[in-house]
């Protein structure tokens, strides 16, 4: 029997596609590990957003890579969205690579596998059509669990890859998405993460109509289910029903991320962007009015083809008129293959470059004087880590990853995954520090 370790890369789509990956391996000939000295069989989930997710991979494919020589590996699988995109020049340009296995194609793990080992560098790229594989159920499970709600993205923005290697916006079912859910709630998952690479969007391909607000409703009859936290709500079809859920809702976090990119109006509509600066301030006027400790995060591209200095200034200037809890910033990549690429008026790379320091530094001071506003504030927090000190965790500010932690001081004796309350008494621009009061109920 054969061990297989399947490494992942970028954004936690990818991770959840990795899970499946594992879910669907022929267990009567394989063997999974987390140890990739140890495997005869890896499998790179990759990347291929921009080009500093691009490199990631590559450098990383090149040091498993390595192993063949220094290690137990035999065969060398790349999959994800790099591997989509690029299948025969990666075949071309890394020879240790042993075969492509696209996201469309997590079902032929298996088959790509057995075809590497026997030479052919098989190429599984055709189809963009990834359907959730319902049956490969995570037995082994964490406190805090992402579940796919959606794949694929109808929007066409001008600078993005990711429908051209995703395919259109597909949702899961709500019956499939509940039974999962269920499924890790009864095994011990406490907070779950809706994800899709637009959430709003959700449903208006299955039921004709944006039905993200009816799973949430039907997430309420889940019982020990404590925490739901969605990522990625696009401004567009975030309606005022969905805010009411949200606000009433007592899963719910008041938590949300949503991809703004830009605001001002010129660049928003050469990124084919279907919002504009009134309708991203309106949604945030509304979502604090409904939950006035909603902890927005969101992130902008910076130096689109044509973006002046005015352009970038009004960034700047809406983040001190509409403060966002948690927000970040990465350069225009030009990407072949989109329409952004061939566009007039490319921002020069070190002009992009200080732009996103400059807002990076803004954001630093203006998360600080944010954080400070939770001191002496009582949370509810996730124990994720116990230290000497205590323990680390989560409260509703802090996506795992991504976002900030919360540093418990206490004697108590506590345990990964327990909900605690915690007394705020410090502060950085990013993380809390506490002291514990007692378990929530």
Not at 51 to 74: H, Q
Request: hydrophobic fraction near 40%.
């Amino acid at each position: 029997m054969k061990k297989v370790s399947i490494v992942t890369l970028g954004c936690s789509k990818n991770d959840i596609d990795s899970g499946q990956m594992r879910g669907v391996l022929d267990e009567s000939r394989f063997l999974f590990t987390d140890q990739v000295t140890d495997a005869e069989v890896i499998v790179v989930n990759t990347c291929g957003f921009i080009d500093a997710a691009k490199e990631e991979s590559i450098d990383t494919i090149l040091d498993l890579a390595k192993l063949k020589e220094s290690g137990k590996l035999e065969t060398l699988l790349l999959a994800g969205c790099l591997a989509q995109r690029y299948p025969d020049e990666l075949l071309e340009s890394i020879p240790e690579a042993d075969g492509i296995l696209g996201p469309g194609h997590i079902r032929s793990i298996n088959e790509a596998i057995e075809q590497a080992e026997n030479h052919e560098k098989p190429i599984f790229a055709a189809s963009l059509e990834n359907d959730y594989i319902e049956e490969a159920r995570r037995e082994e499970v964490s406190v805090t669990e992402y579940v796919k709600i959606s794949e694929g993205c109808n929007n066409r923005c001008a600078y993005c890859i990711i429908p051209f290697l995703k395919g259109n916006n597909r949702s899961r079912t709500m019956e499939h998405i509940l039974d999962e859910i269920r499924h890790l709630v009864e095994r011990g998952t406490r907070e779950v993460i809706l994800i899709g690479q637009n959430s709003t969007d959700y449903g208006i391909d299955l039921y004709g109509r944006y039905a993200l607000v009816d799973l949430l409703k039907a997430l309420r009859d889940i019982e020990d289910l404590r925490w739901v936290r969605i990522l990625y709500a696009y401004p567009d079809h975030f309606d005022d029903a969905l805010i009411d859920e949200m606000k009433n809702n007592p899963k719910i976090l008041p938590y949300i991320d949503i991809p703004i990119q830009h605001v001002a109006d010129p660049v928003l509509k050469g990124m084919n962007r279907k919002t504009d600066r009134r309708a991203i301030e309106s949604l945030i006027t509304r979502l604090r009015s409904a939950m006035p400790d909603i902890a927005i995060r969101s992130t902008f591209l910076l130096g689109f083809p044509g973006e002046t200095d005015e352009d970038f200034h009004e960034v700047l200037d809406f983040l001190e008129d509409y403060p966002l809890e948690r927000a970040g910033a990465f350069a225009y990549s030009r990407e072949e293959g989109t329409p952004a690429a061939t566009m007039a008026d490319q921002v020069a790379d070190d002009v992009k470059e200080a732009r996103v320091d400059a807002f990076m530094a803004a954001q630093m001071d203006r998360s600080e004087r944010l954080m400070e506003k939770q001191v002496s504030r009582t949370l509810e927090v996730l124990v994720t880590e116990i230290t000497e000190e205590g323990a680390i965790g989560r409260s509703y500010l802090d996506a795992p990853d991504i976002d900030g932690m919360v540093s418990i001081y206490t004697d108590e004796n506590l345990a990964v995954g327990d909900f605690i309350k915690v007394e705020i008494t410090e502060s950085t621009a990013y993380d809390l520090g506490g002291d514990y009061i007692e378990h929530c109920k």
